[in-house]
């Protein structure tokens, strides 16, 4: 029997961060980030955000369960005020940008700090970087504050923040909700 039809397609899978497999997926997180992202992280930092939020952290695995996509959040109060997200490092693969792994991810960190009542949600991103001032605009960021020679290497940069208190922008990414006591776990239309 053969097989004359066009190669599946690559299956993607959205996982959170266990760290009972951080010999398996930490160095791929790590390449992978400190291929795309300016700063130069140590293993500590990762370590940092990973042992204390690694439920705010999500991976995209392809077939051979290679890391293609990541992003690494926190929550914690801020200042002494709102409960606020932070979402600090999100690469993807390059061959596999423009299929919505990055905007699925973002909406997944998102989503699991709604769940542990975040009022807000903030990051920073090089001015320069309009691939990823697009995705977070769309999902409902606004500019915070503009910060000169924010990064190492000298780039300026946008703190972006999302409103999620009632009465100040509060937002829906379509991947869960509470409603009337109802989840909803079907993606939205919208976004």
Known sequence: MSDDGPPAPTELRYVQYDSAKELTYLSSIRQLISKDLSEPYSIYVYRYFLYQWGDLCFMTLDQESTVVGVVVSKLEPHRGGPLRGYI??????????GKGIATKLVRMAIDAMIE????????????TNQAAMK???RLGFLRSKRLHRYYLNGNTAYRLVLY???GTG???????????GQSDMAPSASV
């Open 164 to 166: 999620l208190k009632e």
């Open 116 to 127: 542990r009542h975040a009022e807000e949600i903030a990051l920073e991103t090089e001015i």
């Open 170 to 180: 509060y937002a829906r990414t379509g991947y869960h909700f509470e409603d009337d």
């Open 135 to 137: 995705l977070y605009e």
């Open 88 to 97: 600090a490092m999100l690469a993807v693969k390059e061959e596999h940008r």
